[in-house]
C-alpha cells in the first residue's frame, strides 16, 4: 500500500508541474514588438556618439536620424498589438493533473511488478547475455559457458562445448585451455585429446609442438584419427623429414572420403611437398589436375620462369621496397624448385618490411602457399600466429594493400593522439621508407624530432632508428 501511495503522489506532483501554465493568475503580457522601441533608442545614441567622435559628418547624422526615428514610429504604430491577457483555467490544470495520475497509475498497473523481489545484479547479466545468446551473440554464449564452467568445473560437457566455442572464434590460446580440463574429465578419450592437440598446434602458430606430437601419436596408438593422421605428417615436415611427410600425407588422402573438409588441405600440402622433392605428383596425388601439377613444377616452361627471375631480381636491385616483386620472386623460385632461393627471397623481403606488420603477414602467407613454412626460416625471423596469416588470406589482394595503408594511417592516427611512443614514431618512418613513401616519412621523422626537442637520449635513439631509412644525420 506504501508503494502505491508514494507512486500516486508523485505522479500527482508531476501533473500538477505540468499544469502550472493553467494555475497561474491572469497577467497582461507583452511580445516583442516594444522591446524594438529601446533598440532604437540606443541606436540614436550610438548615432550622436559617431558624430561627437568624428566618424560621421552631421549630415550624415541628421539622415540617420531621421530614418531611425521613421523606423522607431512604425513600430510604435503596433505596439497596441503587443498585448495579450493570460486567464487562471483551473478546472482544466485539475483535469490535466488528474489525466497524468491516471494515466501513469494505470500504466504501471498494467506492466508493472511492484510484488517481484529485487534481481541481484548478476541475475540480471545473466538474462541479458541470454537474450544476447539467443540472438546469435557468440561472444555472449562463450561468457555464458565460462560462468557455468566456474560453477561447475567438473562437467565435462561445459568444457568441451566451451572449447569449441573458442575455437570457432580463432581463439586458440583459450580453446586449448578449456579442451586441457575437459581432457582431464574425460579420462583421455583420443577425440579430446586429439582436440586439444590441434588447439595447441594452431595457439602455436601452426608448428606442432612436442607435447602435442605426443599427444597425436598417443591418439594413433590407438584409433587412426584422421586430425592426428594429419598433424602427425605437418610434425614431421617442420622437422625436415619431407619423404615421411608426403608419404603419410598421401596415404592418408587415399583413405579419406572426396567430401571430407581436409581434403584440400592434404593436397596442399603434397604439391608444395612434391615440389620441394622434385617427384613426379602422379606418384602421390594420382587424380591431380592440370593446375595442380603445374604449381607442382610438372609443366612450367623452365626457361620461362628463369627468364621472369632475372626480370624481377632487376626490379629489386633497383627498388627493394617493391614487396609485391620479392612475393612474385619467391613464387617463381619455388615453381623452379629452388625452395632455398625462395626462401631467401622471403626473407629478404621480410628485412625490408620488418617494421611494417601487415606486409610481414602477405610474406607469411606467401609462404605458407608455397609450403615454406616447413623450412627453417633462419635466426631472428618472426611472425604473425596462424589466425593473423588466416584473416589477411582471406582478403584479395586490392583489400589487402587497403589493410596495409589502414594499418599505416591508423599508427599515425594513434600517433598523432598520444605521440609519446618513441617505438611507434620509429615503425611509422619506417613503414613509410619501406612502402616508397618518403616525403611522408621525412614528414613523420620531423614531427617525431620536434616532439622529442630537448631529449638528447631519446633523439639519439630516434636517429639510430629511423634517420638512416630517410638518409637523415
Known amino acids: 500500500m506504501l508503494f502505491w501511495s508514494i507512486l500516486t503522489l508523485l505522479a500527482a506532483l508531476t501533473g500538477l508541474w505540468m499544469a502550472r501554465p493553467f494555475l ?211 610434425a614431421k615436415a617442420q622437422s625436415q623429414d619431407f619423404e615421411g611427410a608426403v608419404q603419410d600425407w598421401s596415404r592418408l588422402y587415399a583413405d579419406s572420403p572426396p567430401n571430407a573438409p581436409w581434403v584440400a588441405m592434404i593436397r596442399r600440402d603434397i604439391i608444395n611437398m612434391t615440389r620441394f622433392l622434385k617427384h613426379d605428383i602422379i606418384r602421390y596425388l594420382p587424380d591431380a589436375t592440370p593446375a595442380e601439377i603445374a604449381a607442382a613444377g610438372g609443366t612450367d616452361s623452365p626457361a620461362a620462369s628463369a627468364d621472369r627471375v632475372a626480370e624481377l631480381t632487376a626490379v629489386l636491385a633497383a627498388d627493394p621496397t617493391d614487396y609485391k616483386a620479392w612475393i612474385a620472386l619467391a613464387t617463381e623460385q619455388s615453381g623452379l624448385g629452388n625452395n632455398d632461393a625462395a626462401l631467401a627471397a622471403i626473407n629478404e623481403g621480410r628485412r625490408h618490411f620488418k617494421a611494417a606488420p601487415f606486409v610481414l603477414q602477405m610474406f607469411d602467407e606467401t609462404a605458407r602457399a608455397l609450403g615454406l613454412d616447413m623450412l627453417d626460416r633462419g635466426p631472428g625471423v618472426t611472425g604473425p600466429d596462424a589466425d593473423q596469416i588466416a584473416a589477411v588470406t582471406a582478403l584479395s589482394q586490392e583489400e589487402q594493400d587497403d589493410m596495409i595503408d589502414g594499418m599505416v594511417a591508423g599508427l599515425a592516427a594513434k600517433l598523432e593522439e598520444n605521440p609519446d611512443n618513441l617505438d611507434g614514431w620509429i615503425m611509422l618512418v619506417r613503414s613509410y621508407a619501406n612502402l616508397g613513401r618518403l616525403d611522408k616519412a621525412r614528414a613523420a621523422y620531423a614531427s617525431a624530432m620536434d616532439h622529442y626537442d630537448g631529449n638528447d637520449s631519446v633523439l639519439a635513439e630516434l636517429r639510430a632508428g629511423a634517420g638512416e631509412v630517410i638518409g637523415a644525420n
Not at 82 to 105: D, M, N, Y
Open 24 to 234: 497561474r493568475r491572469g497577467q497582461m503580457e507583452m511580445d516583442a514588438t516594444d522591446s524594438s522601441i529601446s533598440i532604437y533608442r540606443d541606436q540614436l545614441d550610438e548615432v550622436e556618439r559617431d558624430r561627437q567622435a568624428g566618424l560621421i559628418s552631421d549630415g550624415e547624422c541628421q539622415a540617420a536620424r531621421h530614418e531611425i526615428e521613421r523606423r522607431a514610429l512604425s513600430a510604435a504604430r503596433n505596439l497596441d498589438q503587443g498585448f495579450f491577457v493570460g486567464h487562471r483555467s483551473v478546472p482544466a490544470g485539475l483535469g490535466l493533473a488528474g489525466v497524468s495520475v491516471a494515466a501513469v497509475v494505470g500504466l504501471y498497473a498494467a506492466l508493472g511488478a511492484p510484488d517481484e523481489p529485487d534481481q541481484p545484479l548478476a541475475a540480471r547479466r545473466t538474462e541479458m547475455l541470454t537474450q544476447q545468446a539467443a540472438a546469435g551473440d557468440i561472444n555472449s554464449s562463450i561468457q555464458l559457458l565460462v560462468d557455468a564452467a566456474a560453477e561447475t568445473p567438473d562437467d565435462f560437457e561445459t568444457w568441451w562445448v566451451l572449447a569449441r566455442s573458442y575455437a570457432e572464434i580463432g581463439d586458440n590460446a583459450s580453446a586449448a585451455d578449456a579442451y586441457r580440463h575437459a581432457v582431464e574429465l574425460s579420462d583421455n578419450n583420443p577425440a579430446v585429446l586429439s582436440a586439444y592437440a590441434e588447439a595447441m598446434t594452431l595457439a602455436n602458430g601452426n608448428k606442432v609442438p612436442p607435447a602435442a606430437r605426443i599427444l597425436f601419436e598417443q591418439v594413433l596408438a590407438e584409433q587412426a584419427d584422421s586430425r592426428a593422421r594429419y598433424y602427425v605428417a605437418l
